[in-house]
């Protein structure tokens, strides 16, 4: 799990604010990093609001406790907070009563404003923003939604913002909605099969990149900016990144 958030940058704490984007390709499965996340938020006392568009708290609850950390005792202190933003989109849907984006935007800050009531700062993770598109919303209104947000994080000290999303396939408004959230976030996630296939030693690849670093380089040069490339294994209680070629 440390060797995540390292690579997160997020190992060090947050002076400001930190912008990142979990791209899932190829119907990988990233959970493991919000997984990680949440543990880290726990151990270091630090609020998150998680917008579940995907997994269930539940889901998380059970993962976390094969990570040594118990979620639900957390949710109940309010410190980890979790919006079941999918099931009450559907609901609406269902009802004949669909959310429009700003209104969706709206419920969000109201989630956030809670938290802020008891803490200074306020990280969130938006899990599974490509759902929004199965939700109805489309990449005009998707991509309203990660501005109004990403807007909202940038006044706030400390804090994290991750955005999960699931490109299925070139030219998909999907892996348009990934590469817009790309040019938007200081870390880029990449998360892949392994090419070869299913292998019971490496779970697939991860790259982490630093795209907002380009733009420091005027004031800053000495700073790295090649990508990071790892194979991760999954374990039960987490999971490990590798050096390509050492397995």
């Known amino acids: 799990m440390s060797d995540v958030i390292t690579s997160l940058h997020l190992d060090k704490g ?18 493991f990093i919000i997984s990680c996340l949440l543990g ?19 889901h998380y609850h059970n993962v976390g406790l094969k990570m040594n950390y118990n979620l639900n005792k957390n949710v ?7 919006y079941n933003a999918g099931e009450e989109l559907t609901r609406a849907i269902l009802d004949s009563n669909s959310i429009s984006a700003n209104i969706f935007c709206t419920k ?13 700062s306020v990280n969130i993770i ?6 929004l598109f199965d939700l109805e ?3 005009r209104e998707v991509n309203y939604i990660c501005k109004e947000i990403i807007n909202l994080v940038r006044d706030y000290d400390n804090s994290f913002l991750l955005m ?24 880029l996630v990449e998360v892949d099969h392994l090419a070869s296939g299913w292998s019971t030693d490496v779970s697939g690849h991860i790259t982490f990149k630093y795209p907002s670093r380009k733009f ?15 194979l991760f294994k999954l374990f039960d209680r987490g999971v490990k990144l590798l050096a390509p070629g050492a397995v």
């Open 137 to 139: 919303f489309s990449l």
């Open 40 to 58: 880290h938020c726990i151990r270091n006392k630090n609020a998150l609001l998680v917008v579940c568009l995907h997994n269930s708290q539940e």
């Open 164 to 187: 999960q999303c699931n490109a299925a396939c070139d030219n998909d408004e999907t892996h348009v909605m990934a590469n817009l959230l790309a040019y938007k976030v200081h870390v």
């Open 76 to 82: 109940e202190s309010g410190l980890i907070h979790f």
């Open 216 to 230: 420091e380089k005027e004031h800053k040069h000495k700073i790295e900016l090649k990508p990071s490339h790892h």
């Open 14 to 31: 947050v002076v400001t604010h930190k912008l990142i984007a979990v791209k899932e390709l190829n119907g990988c499965d990233s959970s």
């Open 108 to 120: 969000l800050k109201e989630q956030i404003d809670k938290i802020k009531k008891n803490y200074n």
């Open 126 to 131: 938006i899990e599974g923003v490509s759902h």
